[in-house]
């Protein structure tokens, strides 16, 4: 497989539910991000991994939690959402250097019901 | 307060004439700017892309303009085709660090055959 995966690419929750969004890439990049994609607002960045650290966790509510056991995989953790929370998550990676754009997966479209 | 604006929600376009796309950005330290193109069900694709040293930059059938003094850039597609039809975002970013990318909402572009 090549690019970025997401998987599951849809996603009905209950409030009290725990579930788990996987990302991974097969193209060598040593940086991931989490963005979520609301309607009619801008793609917010969530979390950033570089080399497998957290570089930047943009005011996440602690009911998100993500995971990077290493470069090639990432997870989002989600536990007690609020029905707000749907929306459409997106995986990313890049080559960590200026000059790169992203590869975005497909995206795992969430219904917090 | 929205640091990367795209005004426009939706764009029409008969096919074969040319689409503009447009997008304004307000933090002068912008230095980076790319445009992704969408499809439902998929993640963004990057398209093209633009530092602040040049004004434009051509890839095939898309061209990039930008306006550093009136913070704006432009995304024109010519000749339109029907497979253009999307949502094209675009994006910001310092200098420094790949994931300080700032997005726009985007802009839904029909391409009318």
């Known amino acids: 497989e090549t690019g970025v995966t997401q998987t599951p690419r849809h996603l009905v929750m209950g409030m009290t539910n725990k579930k788990s969004l996987k990302c991974e890439q097969h193209?060598?990049?040593?940086?991931m991000y989490w963005y979520k994609q609301s309607a009619k607002k801008p793609l917010e960045l969530m979390f950033v991994y570089s080399l497998e650290e957290r570089v930047e966790n943009n005011s996440v509510p602690s009911r998100f939690s993500p995971e990077c056991p290493n470069s090639s995989h990432l997870f989002l953790h989600l536990h007690t959402l609020q029905p707000e929370d749907s929306a459409l998550y997106l995986c990313a990676s890049s080559q960590d250097s200026v000059g790169g754009g992203y590869t975005f997966g497909s995206g795992t479209r969430l219904t917090v019901v | 307060d929205q640091q990367v604006k795209q005004n426009s929600p939706s764009l029409s376009v008969q096919e074969g004439r040319i689409s503009i796309l447009n997008c304004d950005y307000t933090n002068s330290m912008f230095d980076y700017f790319l445009w992704y193109k969408k499809y439902p069900a998929e993640g963004p694709t990057f398209l093209i892309s633009i530092s602040s040293i040049k004004d434009k930059n051509e890839d095939g059938r898309f061209t990039v303009f930008l306006n550093k003094s009136a913070k704006h850039l432009s995304l024109h597609i010519v000749p339109s085709q029907p497979g253009d039809s999307a949502v094209y975002f675009c994006?910001?970013?310092?200098?420094?660090?790949?994931?300080?990318?700032?997005f726009g909402t985007g802009t839904r572009l029909k391409v009318l055959a």
């Open positions: 193209l060598g990049h040593n940086a």
């Open positions: 994006a910001a970013s310092p200098t420094s660090g790949t994931y300080k990318y700032i």
